[in-house]
């Protein structure tokens, strides 16, 4: 028992540190820079983001704005303006760069899979029997898992910024008793690796699935790597049911609804969780808010409680809000908020509160009528 408080206040403190690093670096205002930008070339409304240039990139990608875009360093007034900060102001939506998603472990692997759709479930159970892992326990076997697949499918996947872990934080948590680096065969074939490390919080035992790693062969071909990387996340979660842990942490995700990762993650029954530290502070425009919200659907934080922001334009017929959110259903939502242009029909109430119906935490939908 001694050890597992020691072991909560450990991660406390980790979580007081990152929060502190954070708050500094944030507050370096002769860093900060006012760019503009358009969330579409199509649309009129203007982004107005004040901060560090380099969170720039990780603002446009919540907002699903190309990187590519130009960015101009002036101010326009606009009613149609979204205003965005690096610094909390009043009023303000807080905008989480990303979140976890967790899976609770108090049922077994069967009944977990029983949980996803039929064709996910046939899925996994046609290819998880053709993998196994084997540990990791030289370093220089660690070397050269880190440059052949830990680093290249990083950057496959996010390009040449990728937030990289460096080798020697690699085996740390490969050589020690909290972590471990397995290798993924197929067969006889080496296809990935799993990192992964346990962490003691608020006295419960998780096992943070930390990074997958792939070979060139498999992470080049989009429909082989999502049949290695589920069965991957499989075995992750199956050693982590084995071994007696109380959660599975399936790790950091942008936090974009609709955005691939976050989405993968959810068709596998996990629920969202703030863990991380990094945020933006929002504020809605004066007119378009309905558009703004189902171009850019996003979540926000109220202390730690999840929130769900969808835009509800007047143009939009119940078959079209249906196909656009109806894999918003995500588990561990506070509230769901509709920003409408005018009252939605009461079929699509129905359906919005039919996504939830069956998870583990059940939102309040929230209706607001705005410009």
């Known amino acids: 028992m001694i050890k597992i408080i ?31 930008f358009q969330l579409k070339e199509t649309d009129s409304a203007m982004v107005h983001y004040l901060g560090r240039p380099s969170q720039l990139p990780i603002l446009k990608s919540l907002l699903g704005v190309p990187d590519v875009q130009n960015s101009q360093a002036e101010v ?33 692997i069967e009944d977990i899979l029983a949980g996803y759709s039929r064709s996910l479930r046939r899925s996994i159970l046609k290819q998880a029997p053709k993998f196994r892992y084997e540990e990791v326990t030289t370093e220089a076997a660690i070397d050269g898992i880190d440059k052949t697949m830990l680093r290249p499918y990083a950057i496959a996947r996010n390009g040449e910024g990728a937030n990289q872990l460096s080798v020697s934080v ?11 680096l397995d290798l993924l065969y197929e067969g006889e074939d080496i296809v990935g690796c799993h990192l992964g490390n346990s962490y003691v919080r608020r006295g419960k035992h998780y096992w943070h699935v930390n990074r997958f790693g792939y070979t060139e062969e498999v992470f080049s071909d989009h429909t082989r790597l999502q049949d290695v990387n589920s069965a991957n996340l499989h075995l992750a979660l199956v050693s982590a049911v084995e071994n007696g842990y109380d959660y599975c942490d399936y790790g950091f995700s942008l936090a974009r609804p609709g955005s691939g990762l976050i989405e993968w993650k959810r068709r596998r029954k996990g629920f969202l969780e703030k863990l991380g530290v990094n945020s933006f502070y929002l504020k809605m425009p004066k007119k378009g808010t309905a558009q703004f919200f189902w171009d850019c659907p996003l979540f926000s934080l109220t202390g730690k409680k999840i929130n769900l922001h969808l835009g509800v334009p007047e143009n939009k017929t119940d078959e079209e809000l249906a196909a656009r959110y109806r894999e918003m259903g995500f588990d561990g939502l506070t509230v769901v908020y509709l920003m409408c242009a005018m009252q939605p029909s009461a079929a699509f109430l129905e359906m919005m509160s039919g996504l939830y119906k069956e998870l583990r935490f059940q939102p309040k939908i929230i209706v607001s009528i705005t410009k």
């Not at 965005?84 to 967790?102: D, K, Q």
């Not at 690699?170 to 471990?180: E, F, I, P, Q, S």
């Open 6 to 36: 020691l072991a909560s206040i450990k991660y406390q403190l980790r979580e007081l540190k990152a929060r502190i690093s954070v708050f500094c670096s944030m507050m370096c205002f002769w860093q900060w820079k006012t760019f503009v």
């Open 76 to 108: 326009l007034a606009s009613e149609d303006k979204i205003s965005v900060y690096e610094f909390p102001l009043p009023n303000a939506l807080c905008i989480p760069h990303g979140l976890s998603t967790l899976v609770k472990l108090d049922k077994s």
């Open 170 to 180: 690699v085996k740390d948590l490969a050589l020690n008793h909290y972590g471990r």
